[in-house]
């Protein structure tokens, strides 16, 4: 150590005698085995690779999942976080996560594009912010953006109001599509871990997200959301091998994060009653891909949720969200035509409103199944008509469908379906968080969101601004 200590001494004493710009090499302290940008194609691996770990993944789907009784927490966090414990503390990685990586790396993407001339790159990035954003906001509300990724010039950057930010995803989709349409194109775009580069395919989920942020205003809104849902469809989805979804692979190091979350954290999470329940009554063929049989019975059962259950007595969550090579899903058709059903029920459209619910839940059968089960179709879906078809029928179809996903959550906060959700909860508050509280870094380094939420008096039941 005191040699060291005498050569900085040495080193120090140097640079009072010369002048560092006559004779100290500028790049003696670059890393040649490190570069000073990281390539566009480099660096979009690595947001939808954090988009798949953690914004559908593990963190953020899987507390919701507990909220809306898809799960049942058994211990540890879990059961703290299903009876609605959930604290700045807890989230802290998500923020960081969708803040510090996904949405920085994005923007560096875009600098890049437009630097390069690539629209197409830039339209790439310019979805996955807008999805990023979307969740981000559905579940804090009032967030920061415009003022941030500045760097060291603004360390504590204002917080946009969810308005702001809805006009933002729009505008940037909208943006997007005009740049993945744009025929000339210096860069093609490479390292897509979702779509392989194919552009059309971008253009149809900008447009499918459209349709979602649309509809989610319908609170806000009233029926211009749903026109508006709908005006969107046409250039969006056809089919479920349109889905933005991202698949993770078979070495362990690349699996599925609830997988990982179960192989490390075994007896924390289990499938909840709820949920297996409302499959099983109607002899759903989702469920078999949804959950798994239990260890000690062999058989599929939930747990009663808050009854910390015995591990071994209780399924797990199945193959479809839960095996190592399972994707997630960011946004689907079947979704997209439950969205078309949902606005057209709103709009008083009991017919189209029927043709779409009906081909959602088909899409979302044959999506979990990888067959068209067309006896429990009919049997269970098809008989109805359009005088049967209600509102409520709707949301526990796409409740069902869009299993493990964040916009359940947000479906759920928005329209109140379905609305026996909440059996049986053991905490203090017997109510369901309405979002996500400020992560604790945030709240610590950054005296805008500290003096939004003091001011504000912020919990996690605020409702956000579209939440009515």
């Given at each position: 150590?005191k ?28 890393n ?7 390539p ?10 954090n988009?798949?770990?953690a ?48 949405m ?9 594009a ?20 979307g ?23 204002k ?8 006009t ?17 194109n ?5 390292g ?56 993770f692979g ?22 909840a ?35 910390e259950?015995?591990p ?11 095996s190592?090579n ?13 969205i ?17 619910y ?15 089960n ?38 759920y ?6 609305n ?13 968080p ?8 945030e ?19 605020s ?6």
């Amino acid at each position: 150590m005191k040699k060291i200590n005498k050569y900085l001494l040495l080193f120090a004493m140097t640079l009072g005698f010369a002048s560092c710009s006559n004779w100290i090499d500028p790049d003696l302290n670059v890393n040649p085995d490190t570069p000073g940008v990281v390539p566009m194609e480099f660096l979009l691996p690595s947001v939808h690779a954090n988009m798949g770990y953690a914004l559908e993944g593990n963190d953020a789907a899987r507390t919701t999942a507990l909220w809306l009784q898809y799960f049942d927490g058994l211990a540890r966090q879990s059961l703290a976080q299903m009876t609605y414990s959930y604290t700045p503390a807890d989230c802290n990685n998500l923020w960081n996560t969708l803040y510090g990586e996904i949405m920085t790396d994005a923007k560096e993407v875009i600098r890049l594009a437009e630097e390069q001339n690539s629209p197409h790159f830039k339209g790439v990035a310019q979805v996955c912010i807008a999805v990023t954003l979307g969740h981000t906001t559905d579940l804090w509300g009032d967030i920061p953006y415009s003022d941030a990724f500045q760097g060291a010039s603004v360390l504590q950057p204002k917080l946009d109001t969810q308005a702001e930010i809805y006009t933002t995803i729009q505008s940037m989709l909208d943006d997007a599509i005009v740049n993945l349409s744009a025929t000339e194109n210096a860069v093609d775009v490479d390292g897509d871990m979702i779509y392989g580069g194919d552009i059309a395919a971008w253009i149809k989920a900008a447009n499918a997200l459209k349709a979602r942020y649309a509809l989610q205003l319908s609170e806000v809104n009233g029926t211009s959301a749903y026109t508006e849902a709908l005006s969107y469809l046409a250039a969006a989805f056809a089919a479920n091998d349109d889905d933005l979804q991202f698949n993770f692979g078979t070495n362990t190091s690349e699996y599925n994060p609830i997988k990982q979350f179960l192989d490390q954290r075994a007896g924390d999470i289990a499938m909840a009653s709820t949920f297996v329940d409302r499959l099983a009554v109607n002899s759903d063929p989702r469920l078999d891909f949804y959950a798994e049989p239990s260890a000690n019975g062999g058989v599929i059962v939930g747990s009663v949720p808050g009854s910390e259950s015995t591990p071994g007595d209780i399924s797990l969550p199945g193959s479809y969200i839960a095996s190592g090579n399972s994707p997630v899903y960011f946004m689907t058709y079947a979704e997209q035509k439950f969205i078309e059903a949902e606005a057209n029920m709103g709009l008083g459209n009991p017919g189209p409103a029927a043709a779409a619910y009906k081909e959602a839940v088909a899409a979302s059968v044959l999506k979990v199944t990888g067959e068209d089960n067309q006896v429990w179709l009919d049997a269970n879906i098809n008989a109805e008509d359009a005088a049967s078809i209600t509102m409520e029928k709707i949301m526990e179809q796409k409740y069902i469908a869009l299993y493990g996903q964040l916009q359940s959550y947000s479906d759920y906060r928005r329209t109140g379906f379905p609305n026996d959700l909440l059996t049986v909860i053991g905490a203090t508050d017997p109510n369901m968080p309405v979002r996500f509280p400020y992560a604790q870094d945030e709240v610590s380094y950054n005296l805008s969101v500290a003096d939004y939420v003091a001011t504000n008096k912020i919990t996690i039941n605020s409702k956000i601004w579209w939440d009515k």
